[in-house]
């Protein structure tokens, strides 16, 4: 029982007893900057302003009327155009225009994301889907903001399944037009940022139909309205007020007979000619329409960064009040009330949040450097993009969810306080709610990640079949996942449960790192098990077999999502020179590291990767050590994301608490030293005489 | 590997295959009805009229005024005054009272929380705090809402800790006064209900102080405004936006020397007489805190009860449009899309949703009980209160809390249709979020709830030595936690993970039973076995060996509260008689307790309760066995919650999306009817010939 009494008297440690400062603030804020600090800053220094300040209550027109003129304002300041080609007037520079882009979250997220409509997607088409004609033709009024306009993908019908959609684009060889119809209600285009009030053009997405024949989905650009008005054939609907995001104008469209010049077709990957004759750089049908909605892939990828972005800001202001705020006398002494965030509990819903706000940092950076080399040509192979297709389809789901849980518990954790809107978290709900479904579905996305891991793991075996398999799922001699994007799955797994007693041996890196990279490898493998005789079924017997693994499926590619994180932020670490930053990080690290092992552990027992006794040890030690160890740093972990006042905004982060804490003691302090303080009735019944006696 | 294909089949067999209709929904919705039927129907009546529904988006101002203009509405249909004397007009109903007033949150949650503010808390207060004089001098023009009140409880700096508020009553012997003060700003009262706007008087919570004593928290009538003008020496401020629930004028109030007749002490538990003496019923000024605390107890049974209907109505709707919304075509097959609910992983994310809010229901109905028990003189002792209490601070933080991540999960599953605030979620996320806070914040309960079952288990033990507790926790011989309230934890924990292979062994209701209620019991003993040298140590060591195991408390209240609510659902299940509805429900009580198990498998793992092959096969049992035999009946088990169109009110859950989706593929089966199809580019590649050839 001796054990006891040392947890507690280190976790006493750990409270407020002045701690030394390991943290230098101002050098992490710079790793966590990282490559494209310049234009983070920019960004950051035009958040300052009030013109770029969410206000809260708006009215939903007022709020639209106050995000389309900060948009205007973006331009006038250069903050919107760095993407584009230097020609035009741009920088091409694809990293630096996401950094910069995905703080704007930070003003307001439908400033954020209405800037992504126009410029990341309705922009990015145009540049990345069309080619020199449509570029010189269409993107300067785009860059400018002169033609707002809609990205008009997505119908009431089909969200995910793009292929799907119901809209056609038939060619015309008489008038060299094609011709836009929209054939039922289900085929309406839906949730289109700029469609129910300022967009004047469109990018559509429409099968493309030449003499006949579909040749799948292609984008064409297609005015809509002049001013108000919408063109002959175009009518459309406001979607009307959603959960958050009311400054932006999402609406609906469809489309009778609408004719358009045949170059307005965005024929980079498919053309069709003055003689009507359809051709394309891709012979397949399928990998032309993945290659194109593939280079719309920056929408992940700043969804990514933006979810950041507000978890850092949700964490700050929850750990400021955290550590000014007191409630409770501590047990048995007569003094002062307790700080909330020297509660264990408080610890716990706090801390490990910060610590996968730091990988999710960290792994955005990856993704964005993967990012900028494929946009820049940098390194823009096939697989590149497939690579990067990939990790942002696995760090999206991961980052958007995990923001919302942060933001909720954050608001949780300040109580009625965090429930006023002045003090931001409720609507950092309510606006990044949606980031879990446009620009992918996180369950669809997950999916793909899986089927990815799968193919990855069936070329690894020449031979796939039912021997090898087993051979596989028994050694787990992992191979690469893949080459490049995939994190490599190298070590052979240590048998982690058969010996250690404590936690000792699975406290390094190595440890967490095989534990993370087995669950991943020994569940894809599992799965290909079950799958593997799916190409000999009939086709409705594999897809129920396929679906009676489909949560598994999902369930493997979360944890190659929480492998990445913490391998960019170990990749990271390793970097860090700074022993203070360098040693309370490895505790970070480590906590976020224990905190996803904890979270499988049944996984880990049920396959004999950790003992009874290791796996509860976990437990302890992130109790009893990491928490005490981090929570001294925890404000100095947060002044790293450099947030000036203005971007933070919250009365409970400015220190009204405690200056209200302090004078509510200086109260009470006097009235004890002056002797005014009335006796407790308690005190009284003991014989204790009145203070005033 | 013949499993594998079992599990298969089985999954595609419960999809959309047909299936006998087990479920009369009729007749199980009035077991979920229950003993209070009349006052949820005549609620339910009520709201089905427009003038009781929310209008999103109006401005704060709008939406104050018109919920207040519901309130009248309410009082004028008798809907609101069932727990006040027949004296007075009421009926002395407390549970119908309850169940009808929670059933207000179908039309706006600000409706629901503000008729409990006036009556609940407002009005509750002077009825259980106050004696004959009080009733009958205030309470016919709280009842009529001739004066709308505040409950004035809460201060800035004090939330939870409500025996720490600041607020001050000094009684004043010359006058025959009592004299409220505010000394320091912390002390201001904060986030009131009724305190920007209505409120005509407040019941204020301060300390009362008789010549120099301070007797403690106790209740005081003080009128606050006339019209809209403060009385003298009161202040306050307006809260402001919120994160939802903006039809009810939350604010600040602080008083400066407002004075008070003597005779507005609501003066049950606590008088001060005409000479200036106080006297009290209950001698210990602790205990007679906690009794005036605990007449409060209605705002966490109705907010339990509130939940559970906000639960019911976003999975009515999210499982109606996952019944008709269909999305990416079945692998492999050239036929129509799939339904979302037949796929795997959307049954994962609702079904057991389901499944809990019917836990929920049963849950409550025992609670409302309990309550009715209590308050209606029926079973009123100390220990009824003292049950009473720790049951509903058990269920609340349960429920609450489902009740937020099922309308997250609910919006998700109905992907861009679900952030439409016209479909209901996002709306209800942003209002019941706080209930996870008031009326007692969740984690704050949670501990009360583990320091009874700590006391609890302590009383037990005659000598709670370190041998006692150590030969109970080996022995996991488990004893009642409680007599009444609580639920008894009788039989002996068998050892399941010792011999069987399969599921067979744990899939019993015993089996579950017994799995649920050794974890409370063995966490339970553990922490006690922590603790159990705290008497003897230094105060602020004793405290911080209790931080350190305060997390583990808290997780221990938690699973106490999953066991009663596993409780509930099987004793409700042993009174059903419908065999269909016998079955389903035993299904979907499985289905709870195999995901509470699941979900701590970990636990049980670690502990030696499940071996490993037993501790995987539970969740194969859920995904191969629980999951498709429920599917056919999801729906069922909502039209069980009887919710009418005007309750629902969500445009996706009007079969709007199953008339889109089949007219999208009548035109599709049309067009390949009359060969007017496009033939798709692949076939062609192929060498099919076009179908219009």
Same mark, same amino acid.
């Given at each position: #029982? ?37 234009? +983070? ?46 020609? %035009? ?15 704007? &979250? ?106 006949? &024949? ?77 290659? #194109? ?6 929408? +992940? ?58 990988? #999710? ?33 696995? %760090? ?52 793909? &990640? ?40 190298? *070590? ?30 020994? #569940? ?79 996984? !880990? ?15 302890? !030690? ?48 006097? *009235? +004890? ?21």
């Amino acid at each position: #029982m001796t054990d006891t009494i040392e947890r507690a008297t280190t976790a006493g440690a750990g409270s407020s007893a002045s701690s030394e400062q390991l943290v230098d603030s101002a050098a992490l804020a710079e790793v966590l900057f990282a490559r494209w600090a310049d234009a +983070r800053k920019h960004s950051r220094e035009l958040l300052k302003r009030e013109e770029f300040h969410q206000i809260p209550g708006l009215g939903m027109a007022e709020h639209r009327a106050r995000v389309l003129g900060q948009l205007r304002r973006l331009v006038e300041e250069g903050a919107v155009h760095r993407a584009f080609p230097k020609g %035009l007037g741009g920088e091409e520079d694809p990293g630096g225009n996401i950094a910069g882009f995905e703080e704007l &979250v930070i003003g307001d997220p439908s400033m954020q994301i209405k800037t992504g409509v126009q410029w990341g997607l309705f922009g990015a088409a145009v540049l990345h889907l069309g080619t020199q004609r449509a570029h010189e033709q269409f993107l300067p009024s785009i860059m400018s903001l002169a033609i707002p306009g809609v990205f008009a993908m997505t119908e009431t019908g089909h969200g995910s399944d793009v292929a799907g959609i119901g809209t056609t684009a038939t060619f015309d060889p008489g008038s060299d037009e094609f011709v836009i119809d929209t054939p039922f209600r289900a085929a309406w285009k839906d949730y289109l940022g700029n469609a129910a009030d300022d967009g004047q053009a469109a990018v559509v997405f429409a099968q493309l139909i030449v003499d006949g &024949v579909n040749h799948g989905v292609h984008a064409f650009y297609v005015p809509i309205r002049d001013g108000k008005h919408f063109l002959p054939g175009v009518g459309g609907e406001d979607d009307g007020l959603k959960g958050g995001l009311n400054g932006i104008d999402n609406g609906r469209l469809h489309f009778t007979g609408v004719r358009i010049p045949r170059t307005n077709l965005l024929n980079r990957y498919g053309d069709v000619d003055e003689n009507g004759v359809y051709s394309s750089p891709i012979a397949s049908p399928g990998r032309r329409f993945f290659t #194109m909605v593939g280079t719309l892939v920056q929408g +992940r990828v700043s969804l990514d960064g933006a979810s950041t972005v507000a978890s850092k800001l949700a964490l700050t202001i929850a750990i400021r009040y955290a550590s000014e705020r007191r409630q409770f006398a501590a047990a048995g002494g007569g003094g002062d009330e307790v700080v909330l965030l020297d509660y264990q509990r408080h610890q716990r819903r706090l801390l490990p949040r910060l610590a996968t706000t730091y990988a #999710m940092s960290f792994a955005h950076e990856q993704l964005l450097e993967k990012f900028h080399a494929v946009f820049s040509g940098e390194h823009d192979s096939d697989e590149d993009r497939q690579d990067l297709e990939t990790l942002a389809a696995s %760090l999206k789901p991961f980052s958007t969810w995990s923001a919302l849980e942060t933001i909720q518990e954050a608001r949780e954790a300040c109580g009625g306080a965090g429930f006023l809107t002045e003090n931001r978290f409720t609507q950092l709900h309510a606006d990044l709610d949606i980031y879990t479904t446009f620009e992918g579905d996180n369950n669809i996305l997950l999916q793909l &990640v899986a089927k990815r891991l799968l193919t990855d793991y069936g070329r690894r075996l020449v031979k796939p079949d039912a021997a090898a398999i087993a051979a596989y799922a028994s050694q787990q001699a992992g191979q690469a996942v893949s080459r490049s994007g995939l994190r490599a799955l190298g *070590q052979r797994i240590a048998d982690f449960g058969s010996t250690a007693r404590s936690v000792g041996n699975v406290r390094g890196a190595d440890a967490q790192r095989q534990l993370l990279t087995d669950r991943v490898e020994t #569940m894809i493998a599992a799965i290909a098990g079950n799958l593997k005789n799916a190409g000999s079924l009939p086709a409705s017997d594999a897809a129920a077999l396929f679906n009676a693994n489909q949560n598994e499926l999902i369930e493997a590619a979360y944890a190659h999502a929480e492998l990445l994180e913490w391998e960019a932020f170990s990749d990271r670490l390793a970097t860090i020179e700074h022993p203070g930053n360098k040693q309370v990080l490895t505790w970070l690290r480590d906590l976020f590291g224990f905190t996803l092992i904890e979270k499988h552990l049944a996984w !880990y027992l049920i396959n004999g990767r950790l003992s009874a006794t290791r796996a509860s040890a976990i437990t302890d !030690y992130i109790d009893d050590r990491l928490l005490p160890r981090l929570r001294p740093h925890a404000l100095a972990l947060t002044d790293a994301f450099q947030f000036a006042p203005e971007h933070l905004r919250a009365p409970i982060a400015t220190g009204a608490e405690r200056e209200r804490q302090d004078e509510a003691r200086a109260y009470y302090a006097a *009235q +004890r030293a002056n002797g005014t303080a009335a006796v407790e009735e308690k005190a009284l019944a003991k014989g204790v005489a009145p203070a005033s006696s």
